[in-house]
């Protein structure tokens, strides 16, 4: 032996957890949904989500290389991860050179401008979906309709549910079964609720998650719309059409967890669900997008500090 | 279902390569460095001189204050000289070095192995006989153990918790101690209940020691007010405050002693070393060390003197393996790293842990991503993420607010990081800090 020792302060051991393996736990969990997708979607499933994650992880590269000049991170999985819940965020016939403008959206302006993973308060797949919808509300905003295998760019489009209630038009809708298995209009991520809930069951099981914030995001959103609901259910769908529409699933399961943008405590993370299940309601029921549930995260990302620094987590021999 | 602490914890492999190893004495080395600071309070005075003569047993150093200890001899020969010797705190302190020479024991010291069961001494005189002999919290903490037998005035104890729950991986030491000295350790406790004027002991030990469990089950059956409880394998469970949350469901509060939720928590090598100081006039100068180690020949449970060299233990379990890249004091999780071999073993050595160059290089740091596992696996229920950045940013009010003061020291947090941060590292420099400040306020 040489006779040198390492010599550190106490713990000697690491679980050997590590960002990247979360991150490429997060993808796994996806895969059903991006599986379903690509049987609702097809072709434009496959082009939309490989087109984002390429320009995601390229600007990634480019800004860390060259404008911070330090050693890229791309391996870490963050970039693909934001990609793919870019993509999973937008219709899949959006051309090409829209997502190569909401990936650097998401990554430029959303993670790197407040200096990469870990230091952003919004979520940057989400401020780059926010970023389209704004600019584009025209190309967002229109979904083609399921089953169109080979098509990409020139695919017919349909009405979504939450398009659908906006308009009024509840005779149109399509069943419960049909909205929790997918066969239903909308951005190529979100159809499905059952391959959504698989990733939570996933990431649940892996630890990557706690219950908290889409456990409270559900219950708020149906008690909120149930309330609606029962007060008058010719204006109000019922609540188990809000939470199979959209992309409540999606944003409650994979986005409001994005962990640098919510709380740190059990108890933050309820409060900050609450009021992500509270905005989306007054959105959707009240505003005038027919979707609320990117706002809501959004404005409960810029809250999170906040929520941080008066939701402590419970303290040993504490009240 | 099992009982456990309620806030936090972590389960890393437990790694217990040593299990079921017989005791093994080893002899005392030709010279042993016995330091003066083996326990927590003030070092101990010395009552020796270069050239004296001293058996095994003898008073070589004077508790030098109330929360000090008694240390002696564990060895028969001469006082070579008193001088500063590098210890497991990695500085230079003032300790006893003795020549070996034959092994010739204080006449008081019963040597024979009959177990003495009966004791009628009175609470007061087991206590002084338990501060005669030098004893100390045996876990690692080393708190001077007739300390927490005096309860300050107002607070009565109501339970005696035996930690025995050896939570920390790869350590075994006192686990095969419960196997081969059952009935010492239940006499130990029944004193430890007499000498606090409790009825009512319950030992804890953690599920992953089945055949400990058994065995002391059985024996108790014969002893009156001494409960086994199984816990759930959890790490820190052996931390004090969380033993007493699993076992009677009290939570001590920030800053008060165990005492105030009227438990008081004695390890259970302690509750053995207690038997042997008051039944066989047996001051502490040897205690069981786990060697152990991935790449190590022979993990073994060495009985071993006071003051021998730690290299001694590493020889008696087949060397020192090719590749080490670090001699840990302790367990992985709360251990010290050695800067040398050449450390004495002292009152709280309970294992010499031996990392491979792989398992003791950390991998590089990344930014925080708030992912909050350090807030789930955190015992006393703070946030570690954020303790570090109070810490960083030298705020202190903000990290005394938020309870830095309450951290334990567990390593849960930086053990679970996924971005590798040393939260630890940086918590117990800004506990340090805090401590500071709130100790001169009070003065």
Sequence with gaps: MENKLYVSPSPHIHGGDSISKNMYGVLIALVP????????????????????????????????????????????????????LLAFNVPSNLP????????LAAIGIGKM??????????????????????????????????????????????????????????????????????KMGGSLGEVSALALLLGMVYMLWKKIITWHIPVSIFATVFVFTGIMHLVNPAQYASPLVHLLSGGLMLGAIFM???????????????????????????????????????????????????????????????? | MLRTFRIGGIHPPE????????????????????????????????????GDLVK??????????????????????????????????????????IDVEGDEWEETIDRSETLVKDCTLSSKEI?????????????????????????????????????????????????????EKGEQILVGVSLLMKAVNVNKAVIGIENNKPDAIAHLTKLAASYSGIEIMPLKVQYPQGG?????????????????????????????????????????????????????????????????????????????????????????????????????AEVPVTKGSSGVLLLTKEESVRKPMQDCIRCAKCVNVCPMGLNPAFLMKYTVYKDWDLAEANYIQDCIECGSCSYTCPANRPLLDYIRSGKGKVMGIIRSRKS
């Excluded at chain 1, 997008?289 to 990302?301: K, L, W």
Aim: with cysteine; charged share 15%; glycine share 10%.
């Design chain 2, 15 to 50: 790694n217990k390569l040593s299990a079921g190893k017989k005791i093994t004495a080893l002899a005392a080395p030709k010279q042993v460095i016995i330091p003066l600071s083996q326990h927590i309070g003030a070092p101990a005075q010395a009552v020796v001189k270069k």
């Design chain 2, 240 to 340: 004090e405050k969380q033993l007493i949350d699993a076992v009677i469901r009290r939570q001590v509060k920030s800053g008060a002693l165990p005492i105030s939720a009227g438990a008081v928590v004695q390890n259970v090598g302690t509750a053995y070393a207690v038997y042997e100081a008051v039944q066989k006039n047996k001051p502490l100068f040897e205690r069981v060390v786990t060697v152990t180690g991935k790449a190590v020949a022979n993990p073994s449970n060495l009985l071993v003197r006071m003051g021998t060299p730690i290299n001694d233990l590493i020889e008696a379990a087949g060397g020192i393996p090719e590749n080490t890249g670090k001699i840990i004091g302790g367990g992985p999780m709360m251990g010290k790293a050695l800067i040398s």
């Design chain 2, 56 to 97: 095994v047993g003898t008073l070589i150093a004077k508790a030098g204050g109330f929360v000090s200890a008694n240390i002696h001899s564990s060895v028969s020969g001469k006082v070579n000289k008193i001088d500063n010797a590098l210890d497991a705190s990695g500085y230079r302190r003032p300790a006893i070095y």
């Design chain 1, 113 to 182: 401008s407040f200096g990469g993973l870990g230091n952003n308060i919004f979520n940057p797949a989400l401020t780059g979906r926010i970023f389209l919808l704004i600019s584009f509300p025209a190309q967002m905003t229109t979904w083609p309709e399921v089953g169109q295998l080979t098509t990409y760019a020139d695919a017919t489009t349909g009405a979504t549910v939450l398009s659908l209630l906006n308009e009024g038009a509840l005779d149109k809708m399509p069943t419960l079964c049909d909205m929790f298995l997918g």
């Design chain 1, 96 to 103: 090409i050179w829209i997502i190569a403008i909401g990936s």
């Design chain 1, 256 to 319: 409001a967890t994005d962990y640098v943008t919510s709380p740190m405590s059990k108890s933050g993370m309820i409060v900050y669900g609450i009021g992500i299940g509270i905005l989306t309601t007054v959105i959707r029921l009240f505003g005038s997008y027919p979707e609320g549930m990117s706002f809501a995260i959004f404005i409960m990302n810029g809250v999170t500090p906040l929520i941080n620094s008066y939701m402590k987590p419970k303290h040993f021999g504490g009240k």
């Design chain 1, 33 to 84: 949904a991006f599986l379903v997708s690509l049987y609702c979607f097809g072709l434009g499933a496959l082009i939309v989500t490989a087109a984002a994650v390429v320009f995601c992880v390229l600007f990634e590269y480019l800004i860390q290389k060259f404008l911070m000049k330090k050693e890229p991170t791309i391996c870490d999985g963050s970039a693909i991860l934001t990609g793919v």
């Design chain 2, 127 to 179: 206590v002084d006989k338990i501060a005669a002999a030098g004893i100390v919290g045996l876990g690692g903490a080393t708190f001077p153990t007739q300390v927490k037998l005096m309860p300050p005035p107002g607070s009565k104890a109501e339970i005696i918790i035996i930690n025995a729950v050896e939570c920390e991986p790869y350590l075994t030491s006192d686990h095969s101690l419960m196997m």
